[in-house]
């Protein structure tokens, strides 16, 4: 069965985020002082081939840890949609 793996890394919460930091001034220069702690970060989707949504997930997860994700500097969040 194919399944489609949502995942979105983003950046540790310890570290800074000069992308999210300039987007959140720039908001605040245009009134939109509601909005704080913009945290920017990417969001991707693959299909995946597996015989279970726990066998997806291990697939998904896998792609991250070796190739998607520096973990150093970020971490993932990874849903699987059957």
């Not at 299909?47 to 993932?76: F, I």
Request: hydrophobic share 40%.
């Amino acid at each position: 069965m194919t399944y489609t793996a949502q995942i979105t890394i983003m950046p540790l919460r310890e570290l800074l985020d000069p992308q999210g930091k300039a987007v959140n001034e720039s908001l605040h220069r245009l009134g939109l002082t509601s909005i704080d702690e913009v945290r920017i970060g990417k969001h991707m989707t693959m299909q995946v081939e597996a015989n279970s949504p726990e066998a997806a997930y291990e697939q998904a997860e896998m792609a991250c840890q070796k190739v998607l994700c520096n973990q150093v500097m970020e971490h993932y969040a990874i849903r699987i949609d059957a």
